[in-house]
């Protein structure tokens, strides 16, 4: 028996399925931030958490998933106000970090072009697929830069949200632990290091646990956004004769 009333192709969204379906997605997300606080388990993310519960129960309802977006649309609305309090830590730490701009506009350029290159090569030559390839690439970066760059180099929109999303969550589970297993200490190395390899989650990951880290993790997301959307164009039409 289905939890909630059949809306699997339903165009007409109810107030009722509307505030159960919101009421679950929060539920859901602070238990399983409740629960990473008291355990202090980085695994215990709260994003990774909800997804894994929500997705066996659209399934379970027979929920199709445009319903659930669109019921849930209020959350969506919260994700750019979320970001940009990101900038926060960024603030608190401006005096020290513009010391060192230089610095990170070179190491986060030579980082960008590092993951496009790898990600576009190693796709091109295992399934020499382009817009695979392209989508791959732009997985480091936050999500809505990444679709744009997506759909402005004809890659496969479908996939980046995907990718963007694993990236996110192995590096904010596992970033930390391997960092600290190669002997980086430097907070600075960290932050830059999550940041522009895991985007936001990330970043908010670090901003919890270290201000000073989740600071240049936050200068990594945004930096890395903004030169990647200059680099690929560019990169990417040189790549492509090396795979034809």
């Given at each position: 028996?289905?939890?909630?009333?059949?809306?699997?192709?339903?165009?007409?969204?109810?107030?009722?399925?509307?505030?159960?379906?919101?009421?679950?997605?929060?539920?859901?997300?602070?238990?399983?931030?409740?629960?990473?606080?008291?355990?202090?388990?980085?695994?215990?993310?709260?994003?990774?958490?909800?997804?894994?519960?929500?997705?066996?129960?659209?399934?379970?309802?027979?929920?199709?998933?445009?319903?659930?977006?669109?019921?849930?649309?209020?959350?969506?609305?919260?994700?750019?106000?979320?970001?940009?309090?990101?900038?926060?830590?960024?603030?608190?730490?401006?005096?020290?970090?513009?010391?060192?701009?230089?610095?990170?506009?070179?190491?986060?350029?030579?980082?960008?072009?590092?993951?496009?290159?790898?990600?576009?090569?190693?796709?091109?030559?295992?399934?020499?697929?382009?817009?695979?390839?392209?989508?791959?690439?732009?997985?480091?970066?936050?999500?809505?830069?990444?679709?744009?760059?997506?759909?402005q180099l004809s890659g496969d929109i479908s996939?980046?949200?995907?990718?963007?999303?694993?990236?996110?969550f192995s590096g904010a589970l596992l970033g930390?632990?391997?960092?600290?297993?190669?002997?980086?200490?430097?907070?600075?190395?960290?932050?830059?290091?999550?940041?522009?390899?895991?985007?936001?989650?990330?970043?908010?990951?670090?901003?919890?646990?270290?201000?000073?880290?989740?600071?240049?993790?936050?200068?990594?997301?945004?930096?890395?956004?903004?030169?990647?959307?200059?680099?690929?164009?560019?990169?990417?039409?040189?790549?492509?004769?090396?795979?034809?």
């Amino acid at each position: 028996m289905m939890l909630l009333p059949d809306i699997t192709m339903s165009h007409t969204f109810s107030l009722t399925n509307t505030l159960l379906l919101t009421i679950l997605t929060l539920a859901l997300y602070q238990g399983a931030a409740w629960l990473q606080q008291r355990w202090q388990l980085i695994w215990l993310n709260p994003l990774l958490i909800s997804i894994a519960l929500l997705v066996p129960f659209l399934i379970f309802n027979n929920i199709n998933y445009a319903v659930y977006s669109h019921s849930t649309q209020f959350i969506n609305s919260l994700l750019e106000p979320a970001t940009v309090a990101l900038g926060y830590p960024l603030y608190q730490q401006l005096q020290h970090i513009k010391h060192y701009w230089k610095q990170l506009l070179a190491l986060l350029g030579l980082g960008v072009v590092i993951v496009i290159v790898t990600s576009f090569s190693l796709t091109m030559l295992i399934i020499h697929q382009e817009d695979v390839a392209i989508a791959l690439s732009l997985k480091s970066v936050t999500t809505p830069i990444a679709i744009m760059l997506t759909q402005q180099l004809s890659g496969d929109i479908s996939i980046t949200p995907f990718a963007t999303m694993i990236a996110g969550f192995s590096g904010a589970l596992l970033g930390p632990t391997w960092l600290k297993l190669i002997n980086v200490r430097s907070d600075i190395a960290i932050g830059l290091s999550i940041g522009a390899t895991s985007h936001v989650i990330g970043s908010i990951v670090l901003s919890r646990h270290n201000p000073y880290q989740g600071a240049y993790s936050s200068v990594a997301l945004i930096l890395s956004a903004v030169l990647t959307a200059f680099i690929i164009p560019l990169l990417v039409p040189f790549l492509l004769p090396f795979f034809n």
